[in-house]
Every structure is written in C-alpha cells, then in structure tokens.
C-alpha cells in the first residue's frame, strides 16, 4: 500500500483541470463497457494443447495396435541363448572424444539473443556476450513513443496496428488557412504560458539556463516514487528523465542539446511523451488543444504546432514537419529508469513554480473511459481509451503496437518482436510492470523500445526473448 498522497476526489483548486473546466463544457466518450482487451491485467493469451491422437493408436500405450508374436519358423530364434551377449561393450581402444560443451551460460541481465551467433543483449540493445560483444555491437534505438489508444486512433488515421485491422483511414481535413480544421483547435482553459514551461517561458532557455538537473540520489528527487513515471531518454550522451509528475503541470521542458536545443513534450490529456531536437527551435504551450492534445506555439514564428500530427498546422511554419527532428524516448517507471541507467539525472521538484509535484490534477482520468474533449474523428473502440499503444515510423509507415497484443507473446519477463516496417528490419522489446493500484495515477507501465536490427556491416540479427 503506498502511503504518500491519496488519489484526491476533487479536482486541484490549484491545478491546470481546474483552468480546463473554467467556461467549458466538456465531451466525453460514451461510457465503454468490456472489451475484453485485458485492460488493467497482463492480457497474456492461453495455449491450448492441439490435436492429440486418440489413445491406442499403434503408439505402445495401453490399448494401442499390437503386432501378433510371431511363431517359430518365421526368421526368428525360438530358443535364443539367454547367455548370449546382445549389446557387446564398445571397443576400449576407441576414444569416445570429450563430451559436447554446455551452452554458454548468459548474463542474468541479458534480454534477448542473436540466433546466429548466440550473443546476448541487453534491454538497452547492447551486446553482453558471444562475439557481438567482442566486436562492440549496439543496436540503434528508433524513434519511438506511447501514447494513449484513443489518441493513436484520433491522430494517426490509416496507421497499422500490429497485429489487428488497420486504423479508419481519412477525417482530418484541412481548413481556416491551417491543415486540420481550425475550428477544431480549441481553447483549453489555460492562456498561452497559463501552463508554464520550464525552465523559462516565453522564450528559449539563454546560454547558462537550464532545467534544475539533479543525480538519482540527489534530495531534490525525493518527491518521485518508484512507480511513478518518466519520460526518459539520452541528451548528448547523459541519461536524461522528466517525470510525468512534472509534465502534469509544464508540459514541456526545453534545454540546450545537440548544439541546438531539445524541447521534450508530453500531453496529460492523451497519455503522449515526444522529444524534439532542433537547431533552432524550442515550444511553449498556447493554451490550445487540438482532438485533446497539447498545442504548441514555437517561440520564433509563434506558428501553431500539433504534438501527435509532429508538425506546425497554422502560422507562417505550417507544413513544417518534425519528424525529422523525433528523438527516441522510453516511457518507464523511475525505478526501471534507475535500474537500467544508475547515473541518470531528473529534473528535480525545485522548479520556481509553486506545484505539488506529489499531486496528479486529473482524478481517475488515466483510467475512465473520457476523452476529456471530444474528437472528430471519434475513436476506434476495440480497445479501451486509456490503453497504451507503442508507435514507431519508417517512410510513411505509422505502426502501433497495443500493449495486450505484446503481451500476448511474453517469453518470460519480455516479448522480443521481430518485425519489419517499409523493408526496415526492427526489434521491439517489451517488459511489463506492475504498478499497485493505489498508486495515486495508476497507468500501465512498461520498459518498451525499438531496435534496428542490421547492423552497420550490412548483417541482421535475428532475436528471441532469452526466456523462450
């Protein structure tokens, strides 16, 4: 049972739902009932055991087919001599040889291995053993992010779901001089700079400005829980996390990174975690949402920019795409982060702002069936709207992985799914994580990224889970 902060039952006076709710009249998706997509368990599937065949089958169990014994005469020996030695020793002058080697044993911290080769990686993507090790190999982390199944199916018409029916193609169009319809890009209650970013507003941070970056162990990490979440990734080299804690009441954080900057986003309201690297660009929040999700405004144009549709819809930028500038981020607990990242840095709760970092503002929203503001389209609903969904690109193809559709293929600890998108061979790797239900903003949790699986000599590695 966690202690810490019960879930409060009214919404934060102090909180950005409150700003939401001012003037509005929220919409909210019908009440959904069960889908049976294992939403809140493991959604594991169970084996059968196939078609046996039927007992006494000339299978040597009782009731099978017999042969009749045979009776003299008939090429057998009815007498035979029971001195007679049927199985003679072996020659002792041949030497057998050594006995076969035992398979390698692998690292207790090794996730999946190579079939070729039998080297071991690990949730990371680096090779732990075997002679990928020796040569150094480390997979490429793909671009990637989660967000909310609601919202992948809102955003992202016409994506691919591994493993089921495609998304609902069409029904965004553009309109009012923007490339969604303008009358559809809502005010959310909040002012532009009402949900402040950190570590200034209104501007991109000056040279010597930056997040309040503390080591793991620092005091200034102490509000953050094991549990909680975190949206982590790598800047310049440095393991790197912002808690979701954090994003509830910025949204977005900028920071010098690459030579450029970095703006890591994330959006309460449809459960999405993104990082942008650019060499000039940095986001404030314009106090807009478009199909529930944050809208951003960059602080030299002033041009609007949709977080899930990753490029600028209105201004003097629109057109212009992100995705080029999509960095790989991983959404996991802070205890899996610290686990796999022992050196990591957080942005600490010694923000500037007067914010409970403790407190979620948006009651049992991760777990309710709304979407808070209605969508046009309206969602898919084969799964239920808070379910998380894994997404990566290639070209023009948007693939999502449901969290209950990896599941499904557990080995163990993880699921290790070979894949390719538009002829790029991929990896994803998946490990669920138990969050306690009294967790204040309980949410499915997991360690989930994607790998390229050729590597830099042209070769493809081709995995499974160490557990199968």
Not at 13 to 42: F, H, K, T, V
Not at 44 to 73: I, Q, W, Y
Request: glycine share 12%.
């Amino acid at each position: 049972m966690i202690q810490r902060r019960p879930t409060p039952s009214t919404v934060s006076p102090n909180g950005p739902i409150a700003l939401l709710l001012a003037g509005l009249l929220i919409a909210c998706s019908p009440s959904g009932g069960d889908r049976g997509d294992g939403y809140g368990g493991s959604g594991a599937a169970s084996t059968g055991h196939g078609d046996l065949d039927e007992p006494g089958a000339g299978d040597g169990r009782p009731g099978a087919d017999e042969d009749p014994a045979p009776t003299p005469g008939q090429g057998d020996d009815p007498d035979p001599d029971p001195d007679a030695d049927t199985d003679p020793d072996p020659d002792p002058d041949v030497d057998p040889g050594p006995d076969p080697d035992p398979p390698p044993e692998l690292p207790s911290h090794a996730v999946m291995v190579d079939s070729a080769t039998g080297s071991a990686f690990d949730a990371l993507g680096r090779a732990i053993s075997g002679s990928l090790e020796e040569e150094g190999v480390a997979l490429r982390q793909r671009p990637a992010y989660t967000l909310f199944w609601f919202a992948y199916s809102v955003h992202h018409r016409g994506a691919q779901v591994w493993g089921g029916a495609p998304i609902a193609s069409g029904g965004i169009e553009p309109g009012g001089g923007c490339d969604v319809p303008r009358d559809q890009i809502r005010g959310g209650g909040p002012p532009k700079d009402g949900i402040p970013s950190i570590p200034v507003t209104g501007r991109p941070p000056a040279a010597g400005e930056a997040p309040p970056w503390v080591a793991a162990d620092d005091p200034g990490a102490d509000y953050l829980l094991d549990e909680d979440l975190v949206v982590g990734l790598l800047l310049d080299g440095k393991p790197s996390a912002v808690s979701h804690n954090t994003m509830f009441w910025h949204e977005i954080v900028n920071d010098h990174a690459g030579g450029g900057f970095v703006s890591i986003t994330y959006c309460p309201l449809t459960g999405s975690g993104l990082a942008f690297v650019d060499p000039n660009r940095t986001f404030g929040t314009s106090g807009r949402l478009y199909n529930s999700n944050l809208v951003m405004y960059d602080h030299a144009t002033d041009s609007l920019w949709s977080q899930l549709q990753r490029k600028a819809v209105c201004g003097d930028a629109r057109g212009t795409d992100l995705m080029p500038s999509l960095a790989p981020v991983v959404e996991t607990t802070w205890g899996r982060w610290k686990e796999l990242y022992p050196s990591t840095r957080v942005v600490s709760d010694d923000t500037g702002w007067p914010r409970d970092y403790r407190d979620y503002p948006y009651n049992d929203f991760r777990t309710n069936d709304s979407t808070f503001f209605g969508t046009d389209p309206v969602p898919d609903d084969r799964f239920h709207p808070k379910q998380m969904v894994f997404v990566q690109f290639e070209g023009d193809t948007i693939r999502g992985y449901p969290y209950p559709a990896m599941q499904e293929g557990l080995q163990g600890a993880f699921a290790v799914i070979n894949d390719a998108l538009d002829g790029v061979e991929v990896v994803v790797v998946h490990e669920p994580i138990a969050v306690s239900p009294d967790h204040p903003a309980p949410q499915q949790a997991a360690w989930t990224a994607a790998f390229d699986r050729r590597l830099d000599d042209g070769r493809v590695v081709e995995l499974s889970s160490t557990d199968r």
